[in-house]
């Protein structure tokens, strides 16, 4: 790569780790410390732990479309101040109302549209997979530093705290935009969704990968909404020392995950692989199974985050490297609208099923999610056959 473009992909990879950081590190800790905020439920909780995936969802399209006629930049800096006034509200409120109506603010800032625009506006083709490869790892390592960091700063200061992080992480972000992003000379490429978001939309291979990052977040979110109380309530772990748990499990299963993607990746079985971590993300929800103790609780998850990684990093590879380039930034867009609207609904079902029949109902929504996947990408297969032979892409 060249300088501008060393240049362009540390701060926008920065940006996504500040970004990610902030809304990464409420999911550990928020069903537990909630609880003391008034009218709280466990399925306004779980709402509340959601509620940013639904603007997310709703407004990556339309922001991504409004980067093309405004430019880049101010699409980025409106967002960025959005998550970051979301976050004052969420760390002043002393009511579950209050907490969703910030989160939903946050989400607000949909802007995964416009940065992944401007890493291709900064970029030569030749270089953009290296640079697509970039911001996915750093999603991942915002992950792993948020689950290790949020209860340990909830301990501190409550969620207050992590929102107050979360608000000065965003004004960071502006100004990494601002001081080290270049901002390009003219439009290199269209319109990020025109022209060929048709040819997305009818395309099945495309939907099975998508579904995946649909699925996944909402196995992610529900199970975070039972995981703290389960190792409060049910193993005596106490909420500040959750990240005693998760760092040496992301840690391990982020290294476990790292040889499994490159085999993968070199022996061409990226679709066995997939399957893989579609049956581990659904049988590692058995975590949340009552009759399970430590050391079960403990390997179960570790089978879970593990596809959770896996799947984190073959599915954008994969639909960045299926995608045409004319259609790779509305495959980017669709990609993100479905991951934050799983979110969304892992949330919002997570803590409808918890308080129904508590961790254990949540655990069977794993088993169930499996089914529906295992359906749609049955009913796919025609469809993704046909994009691999090139009739849609």
């Known amino acids: 790569m060249n300088s501008i473009e060393r240049r362009a ?42 509620a940013y995936g639904l603007s997310q969802a709703l407004l990556q399209i339309p922001l991504g479309l409004l980067s093309d006629r405004w430019g880049r930049k101010p699409v980025i800096y409106t967002g960025l101040a959005l998550f970051a006034i979301g976050s004052v509200v969420a760390a002043q409120t002393d009511s579950v109302y209050g907490l969703i109506v910030g989160r ?42 948020a689950v290790i960091l949020g209860p340990a700063l909830a301990g501190a200061g409550g969620l207050p705290a992590i929102f107050w992080l979360t608000s000065g992480l ?47 977040h909402l196995l992610l979110t529900a199970m975070f909404v039972a995981l703290p109380l389960v190792l409060v309530d049910r193993l005596g772990w ?39 971590a579609c049956v581990a993300l659904a049988g590692g929800s058995a975590a949340l199974l009552p009759m399970n103790g430590p050391v079960a609780v403990v ?32 495959a980017s867009g669709l990609y993100a609208t479905l991951q934050f609207f799983g979110t969304f609904v892992g949330g919002s079902l997570g803590g409808y099923l918890f308080g129904l029949g508590g961790a254990g109902a949540v655990a069977w929504l794993g088993f169930i999610v499996l089914l529906a996947w295992i359906l749609l990408w049955w009913l796919l297969r025609e469809r993704a056959s046909d994009a691999r032979e090139g009739s849609a892409y």
């Open 238 to 276: 106490p909420a500040e020392e959750h990240w005693k748990l998760y760092g040496p499990l992301m840690l391990g299963t982020f290294i476990l995950m790292l040889p499994l993607m490159r085999v993968a990746e070199r022996s061409g079985k990226a679709g066995t692989a997939l399957n893989f």
């Open 299 to 330: 390997l179960l998850l570790g089978i879970f985050f593990t596809g959770f990684n896996l799947l984190e990093a073959l599915l954008p590879a994969q639909l960045t490297r299926k995608a045409p380039e004319d259609a790779r930034g509305a």
């Open 9 to 50: 992909l540390g701060g926008l990879a920065s940006l996504y780790v500040f970004r990610m950081l902030g809304l990464f590190m409420v999911l550990p800790v928020l069903t537990v410390y909630g609880e003391g905020y008034r009218d709280s439920t466990p399925m306004l909780l779980g709402l509340a732990m959601g």
């Open 104 to 145: 939903i603010l946050q989400g607000c800032g949909a802007i995964a549209a416009a940065v992944m625009a401007l890493v291709a506006d900064l970029t030569r083709d030749e270089k953009r997979g290296i640079a697509m490869a970039v911001i996915g790892a750093s999603i991942g390592v915002a992950f792993m530093l």
């Open 170 to 216: 965003a004004v960071l972000g502006m100004l990494l935009v601002w001081r080290i992003v270049p901002t390009p000379q003219v439009a290199k490429r269209p319109a990020v969704f025109s022209g060929g978001f048709r040819k997305v939309l009818s395309n099945g291979l495309t939907w099975r990968l998508v579904s995946g990052a649909f699925f996944s």
